[in-house]
């Protein structure tokens, strides 16, 4: 009976210490080497190519006419020895995406109050605009304005112009913004009436500021 009991114990022992050896060989069986886990290949990432943004001249070249059309008109005042009101209607057309061009009539009231002189001006300008920086433009303008000078006696007067507007955009389809304009005449010395000796400028100052709506 013992010795049944030792033949047991010592099968057992046998396969308990087997158990490890079988299962170190199962870790290198072949078909367990296929089982490796498999190498990632490394995918280069796409590269996303922004679509090239396109001129902006190129863009401006095909909007239609009626939106390169400007509408609108300037005004002045000025009150004191001088009163001068101004109003002028103005058309313009966008040459550039930055220059701009157009004409306007010009209706003036005008008193001199030393020289009882209480009349109306009238005339044109012609005018190009350019944008040196988002809000600053620089103008150049001619005008020629119909004045009335001593005995009544009326007479054309040209009016070169040079000078810059501060702009605010107001994202109008025909105004598209407002300009606060300070110009200098450079033919102001050369305005004066034979007889009288007075300068016929109608805003008494060789500078003009404006209001302009475009």
């Known amino acids: 009976m013992k010795s049944k009991i030792?033949?047991?114990c010592i099968f057992l022992l046998t396969i308990l210490a087997?158990?490890?050896l079988l299962a170190q060989d199962d870790y290198y069986r072949p078909d367990s080497i296929g089982k490796e886990k498999p190498v990632e290949k490394e995918v280069p990432p796409v590269e996303y190519k922004k679509?090239?943004?396109q001129k902006s001249d190129v863009d401006f070249s095909q909007r239609p006419f009626k939106e390169r059309i400007r509408?609108?008109?300037s005004f002045g005042l000025s009150f004191g020895t001088v009163t001068n009101i101004n109003l002028s209607p103005?058309?313009?057309y966008e040459l550039t995406e930055k220059l701009v061009a157009g004409v306007g009539p010009t209706l003036m009231y005008f008193r001199y109050k030393y020289y009882d002189i209480n009349t109306a001006y009238y005339g044109g300008r012609a005018f190009m605009m350019y944008q040196i920086f988002p809000v600053v433009n620089v103008i150049a303008e001619f005008e020629s304005m119909n004045v009335e000078g001593?005995?009544?006696?009326?007479?054309?007067?040209g009016s070169p112009l040079v000078g810059a507007s501060y702009s605010t955009p107001i994202g109008g389809k025909f105004i598209k913004a407002?300009?606060?304009t300070a110009?200098?005449?450079l033919n102001y010395n050369n305005q004066i009436d034979k007889y009288s000796g007075q300068n016929l400028s109608p805003y008494g100052s060789p500078f003009v500021f404006r209001v302009t709506f475009l």
Do not use: C, D, I, T
């Open 6 to 8: 030792l033949l047991s």
């Open 18 to 20: 087997s158990l490890p």
């Open 51 to 53: 679509p090239e943004a």
């Open 71 to 73: 509408l609108g008109g």
């Open 90 to 92: 103005m058309a313009g």
């Open 150 to 157: 001593s005995y009544q006696k009326r007479q054309w007067l």
């Open 178 to 180: 407002v300009h606060f």
């Open 183 to 185: 110009l200098y005449n």
